[in-house]
């Protein structure tokens, strides 16, 4: 006999009852995030990509209803703090600022401590930008042909500068020598305020650089500027011509943001994630960064960031075996 059958009707439906009641009252799970989450940017403070990571969590963090922390982990050219989010919980409370160098890195390094195409969850591009080709004004080109025309009279005579072996800078460079058969001396500094530095002090002639760290050094007469280096003009400087439209036809080279997550994150927290980098990116804090640096918003689904990173990665492996760059 049951258990039940002994127990008087109503006392059993009284108890089902309150059974029911403590299941349906139970609290759901709270929906995502429930805590800060954890945006490490790979470069030390103060930088381009630091700059624009700040701003786009100040963004992130009014729209998820919860503090976005940027965490700066520098090294080996991004490695590091790109490796420390590989190895986070896929949970979507840790992320990475991805740049050129995640495109690049699976080229320069035989050894990566990561796959680029299997560790990540790709969450949203954010945007691209152009670099720019300046010289200093002492020398004696105001245009990409008169630069090019001096470069092949005088092969091995000019010096470029880059923020280091690798970086967006050197690489843009390495493309230029290519595709417009010239050659040029690649001077790596640590960093790009020492190349800055010794280009307007005329130790090196021209750099290939982001539009934040020379904007205020052309405006003033310190630097000259002779191109950009993305596809179209930039809305920084419209009267620049690209590199491709200057004389160096198929040239395109630029800088790119773009927020990845450990891979197996699960798909409602990159969509939540998704979402709330396309609402930062419309932040008036951030707008002030596209007038400034003449960036390219960009955000649209997970997969974009994959197709647009899977390109750049082949084009510039080209680069790499061309140039002889790969480091390990």
Same mark, same amino acid.
Not at 13 to 20: E, I, Y
């Given at each position: 006999?049951?258990?039940?059958?002994?127990?008087?009707?109503?006392?059993?439906?009284?108890?089902?009852?309150?059974? *029911?009641?403590?299941?349906?009252?139970?609290?759901?799970?709270? *929906?995502?995030?429930?805590?800060?989450?954890?945006?490490?940017?790979?470069?030390?403070?103060?930088?381009?990509?630091?700059?624009?990571?700040?701003?786009?969590?100040?963004?992130?963090?009014?729209?998820?209803?919860?503090?976005?922390?940027?965490?700066?982990?520098?090294?080996?050219?991004?490695?590091?703090? =790109?490796?420390?989010?590989?190895?986070?919980?896929?949970?979507?409370? =840790?992320?990475?600022?991805? =740049?050129?160098?995640?495109?690049?890195?699976?080229?320069?390094?035989?050894?990566?401590?990561?796959?680029?195409?299997?560790?990540?969850?790709?969450?949203?591009?954010?945007?691209?930008?152009?670099?720019?080709?300046?010289?200093?004004?002492?020398?004696?080109?105001?245009?990409?042909?008169?630069?090019?025309?001096?470069?092949? *009279?005088?092969?091995?005579?000019?010096?470029?500068?880059?923020?280091?072996?690798?970086?967006?800078?050197?690489?843009?460079?390495?493309?230029?020598?290519?595709?417009?058969?010239?050659?040029?001396?690649?001077?790596?500094?640590?960093?790009?305020?020492?190349?800055?530095?010794?280009?307007?002090?005329?130790?090196?002639?021209?750099?290939?650089?982001?539009?934040?760290?020379?904007?205020?050094?052309?405006?003033?007469?310190?630097?000259?500027?002779? *191109?950009?280096?993305?596809?179209?003009?930039?809305?920084?400087?419209?009267?620049?011509?690209?590199?491709?439209?200057?004389?160096?036809?198929?040239?395109?080279?630029?800088?790119?943001?773009?927020?990845?997550?450990?891979?197996?994150?699960?798909?409602?927290?990159?969509?939540?994630?998704?979402?709330?980098?396309?609402?930062?990116?419309?932040?008036?804090?951030?707008?002030?960064?596209?007038?400034?640096?003449?960036?390219?918003?960009?955000?649209?689904?997970?997969?974009?960031? =994959?197709?647009?990173?899977?390109?750049?990665?082949?084009?510039?492996?080209?680069?790499?075996?061309?140039?002889?760059?790969?480091?390990?």
């Amino acid at each position: 006999m049951s258990v039940f059958s002994t127990l008087p009707r109503r006392l059993l439906a009284l108890g089902l009852a309150t059974a *029911a009641a403590s299941l349906g009252s139970a609290p759901a799970h709270a *929906a995502f995030p429930e805590r800060p989450v954890t945006l490490v940017v790979p470069f030390a403070p103060g930088g381009g990509t630091d700059n624009i990571a700040r701003t786009l969590a100040e963004g992130m963090s009014q729209d998820l209803g919860q503090s976005v922390i940027v965490e700066n982990r520098p090294g080996a050219g991004t490695v590091i703090g =790109t490796q420390f989010v590989a190895r986070s919980d896929p949970d979507g409370y =840790t992320l990475v600022m991805a =740049t050129f160098a995640h495109a690049v890195n699976p080229s320069l390094h035989k050894n990566l401590p990561y796959d680029t195409q299997t560790a990540f969850a790709p969450v949203a591009l954010v945007a691209h930008s152009p670099n720019v080709l300046v010289v200093n004004p002492k020398e004696p080109f105001h245009s990409v042909k008169e630069l090019l025309d001096y470069a092949r *009279a005088n092969p091995g005579k000019l010096n470029y500068g880059s923020f280091g072996n690798g970086t967006s800078a050197h690489l843009a460079g390495e493309l230029f020598k290519s595709l417009a058969k010239v050659d040029l001396v690649h001077v790596p500094y640590k960093g790009s305020a020492p190349a800055m530095t010794d280009l307007m002090g005329g130790q090196i002639q021209l750099m290939f650089t982001t539009v934040a760290s020379v904007a205020s050094h052309i405006k003033s007469g310190k630097l000259r500027a002779l *191109a950009v280096t993305s596809a179209e003009r930039s809305k920084a400087f419209p009267d620049l011509p690209t590199v491709a439209e200057a004389g160096v036809p198929g040239y395109q080279a630029e800088s790119w943001y773009g927020l990845y997550a450990p891979a197996n994150t699960p798909a409602a927290v990159v969509r939540r994630l998704n979402a709330s980098v396309a609402k930062a990116v419309q932040s008036a804090a951030f707008q002030q960064r596209v007038a400034d640096e003449g960036l390219m918003v960009d955000v649209g689904a997970p997969d974009q960031l =994959t197709r647009y990173v899977d390109a750049e990665q082949k084009r510039w492996s080209q680069v790499v075996r061309d140039a002889h760059l790969q480091q390990d």
